[in-house]
């Protein structure tokens, strides 16, 4: 997936000024928490009682890195700026 971001950014570089570049924000930012959610688990990582904290309650699971919510989060970012309808 990284090598086909970075070839689409090379493609519209060139194209408009900041062409897509939310939706490109929002990929690496996705990209970015699925790889810290991806290192959590398999390092086995706990929560710290404060991460555990944010977790429960309600809208604040987001500030946690590799944390469910902030994938989620990330991913609607993603939708978002794709469903903005950038003219690329």
Request: glycine share 10%; with cysteine; net charge positive.
């Amino acid at each position: 997936m990284t090598e086909a971001a970075a070839a689409y950014e090379a493609a519209v570089k060139g194209a408009q000024p900041h062409a897509g570049s939310s939706f490109n924000r929002a990929a690496r930012a996705t990209l970015v928490t699925a790889r810290q959610r991806m290192r959590r688990i398999r390092d086995k990582v706990p929560c710290s009682t404060g991460d555990k904290m944010m977790l429960s309650g309600q809208g604040s699971g987001w500030m946690v890195s590799g944390s469910p919510p902030r994938l989620t989060r990330d991913d609607s970012d993603l939708v978002g700026a794709y469903n903005m309808g950038v003219k690329f």
